[in-house]
């Protein structure tokens, strides 16, 4: 078998960031105003934004975790593509088009529509950084032990730089392009890792003559310790009643994470109106369902061609299986492309997230907390969002080189349950309670990050076991590695109970407005408007 060419693969590498740096700095010629920079002049159409929120979703995780988990546990690793699937059930039917509708930049906008502005707004971006810098710390881990398998870096030093240059670039197109920038990066990435993974699907099949259950056969006899045990639940989640309980409590989170992830929902204030941002969901389902039935072909055919002993050695593990299998099929130049299509998945979902997270400083924390609001320190909220943006890249990127090495997908997994846990009943309250207040707000979002933070930090997947975070240490109290089942009835609870006790009155005149601009968009149009 070829060997990976460092050479080739920093020339692909580059070849792609001087094109979306072009791309970047062709956007940001029109980007004047907050609506330009925070939500790209809403200029995007449905199918547009449809490939970009593909584009914003499909993580690393998905391309080199899922692919990982499946090549190592089979069925057990296809969940995750199921769970982040009909996760958009959700927030197609109960979100989309209703938060497109009742905000205007960020998810404290929703939030804090119809309760006590300064609270709900600190609340709204204290919870939208914490789940941004969860996937930051999975995406700069990916590109970390991604680059050093490609370039042949071992030491800790080396993949430290490589996380460093991708947190540089990550600055520099969100300071250069703003949102509209950072959707064409989303798009043409989109557009190049759902064709690089169609491609290595046919050509796996096509080792198999086409047919799935040779490549599936092939993948068991390939893996002699796992044996049958692929193809059936249970390699890696059944073993006992706890890792039982532990899968349930990861479906809940991926499934209802996704409609309160901040970066996807932002995204639904790019397009013109509520139509559109119904559009796009419906194109990103499609796009997000074929690529997931990519990474199963991806998944076993890693497993078969490449070999879990080769996988595990390989730097990286787990995600390592894709750029392996590529190396197996195409040799250097393949796996050079499949790379940079990797690479870039990394840079456009860190970008995303934290123009996301920049914006809701800006946006919540400065022009409505700190100015109160007033229309002449809207120039200033762009540029408190592009230093916002450096604070935060510089912050990701000591994350990112502390938690590298660690799985991606069970990354990303913990970033779905505060996103379920604290963004998801504070949404569905406020827009479908009437009674539901400010103290209901805060309660729900405050409770459940401090619940689900609390509980991964004294999970096994911090420490107490060998694939732990800090595996020399032992302070794991409670028993499953995702804390979903618990913290999501938990957070609801506490949105009902801080309601039920308040005193607070909700404000009738503005919960009718709500209710009527969110189902028919009447007045949001207005309120929009740039």
Request: glycine share 12%.
């Amino acid at each position: 078998m070829n060997e990976s060419s460092p050479i080739l693969n920093i020339s692909i590498f580059g070849v792609f960031v001087l094109i979306t740096l072009f791309v970047v700095i062709r956007a940001s010629r029109n980007t004047k105003t907050a609506a330009d920079y925070l939500a790209a002049g809403r200029a995007f159409t449905g199918p547009q934004n449809g490939i970009a929120i593909a584009g914003d979703y499909l993580s690393a995780a998905s391309f080199l975790g899922i692919a990982g988990a499946i090549a190592l546990n089979g069925y057990d690793g296809f969940l995750y593509s199921i769970g982040f699937l009909v996760a958009w059930l959700i927030a197609l039917l109960l979100v989309a088009e209703l938060l497109r509708n009742t905000g205007k930049y960020t998810m404290g906008d929703v939030l804090s529509f119809r309760m006590r502005q300064r609270p709900v707004r600190a609340a709204a971006a204290t919870s939208t950084m914490a789940v941004s810098f969860f996937y930051l710390l999975a995406q700069m881990a990916g590109a970390g032990g991604l680059v050093a398998l490609l370039l042949g870096i071992t030491g800790a030093g080396g993949q430290a730089l490589v996380i460093a240059v991708v947190g540089a670039l990550m600055i520099a197109y969100v300071l250069i392009g703003g949102m509209k920038g950072t959707t064409w990066v989303q798009i043409i990435k989109a557009v190049l890792l759902i064709a690089g993974a169609g491609i290595m699907t046919v050509w796996v099949l096509g080792k198999y003559g086409f047919n799935l259950s040779s490549l599936l056969g092939a993948a068991v006899d390939a893996a002699p310790k796992a044996g049958e045990k692929l193809l059936g639940p249970g390699l890696q989640y059944g073993k006992t009643g706890t890792s039982k309980l532990d899968f349930l409590s990861l479906a809940l989170a991926l499934v209802l994470g996704t409609a309160g992830l901040p970066h996807i929902l932002m995204r639904f204030y790019t397009v013109p109106t509520a139509k559109e941002a119904r559009r796009s969901v419906v194109w990103a389902i499609w796009l997000i369902g074929i690529f997931y039935l990519f990474t199963l072909v991806l998944g076993y055919g890693a497993g078969a061609l490449v070999g879990p002993d080769k996988i595990n050695a390989a730097p990286g593990k787990a995600n390592s299986a894709a750029p392996l299998l590529a190396l197996e099929l195409g040799g250097p130049i393949l796996l050079g492309l499949i790379a940079a299509v990797a690479f870039a998945t990394i840079l456009a979902v860190v970008a995303g997230l934290t123009i996301t997270a920049s914006a809701s400083f800006a946006h919540d924390i400065y022009a409505n907390i700190i100015k109160k609001g007033k229309e002449e320190d809207k120039d200033s909220e762009v540029k408190v969002a592009r230093l916002t943006a450096i604070v935060i890249g510089l912050v990701s990127i000591g994350g990112g080189i502390i938690a590298n090495g660690q799985n991606i997908a069970f990354l990303v997994a913990l970033a779905f349950a505060v996103a379920a846990s604290a963004n998801l009943p504070t949404i569905l309250y406020s827009l479908f309670w009437k009674r539901f207040n400010t103290s209901g707000a805060l309660w729900s979002i405050y409770g459940g990050l401090v619940v689900t933070i609390t509980l991964i930090i004294l999970s096994p997947a911090v420490s107490g076991s060998p694939t732990s975070m800090f595996k020399n240490a032992d302070f794991a109290l409670f028993p499953l590695s995702n804390p979903g089942i618990v913290s999501i009835p938990v957070a609801f609870l506490l949105g009902y109970v801080g309601t039920i006790l308040s005193k607070d009155k909700a404000d009738p005149t503005k919960q009718a407005e709500m209710e009527v601009r969110s189902l028919t968009g009447a007045g949001a149009e207005k309120a929009t408007a740039h």
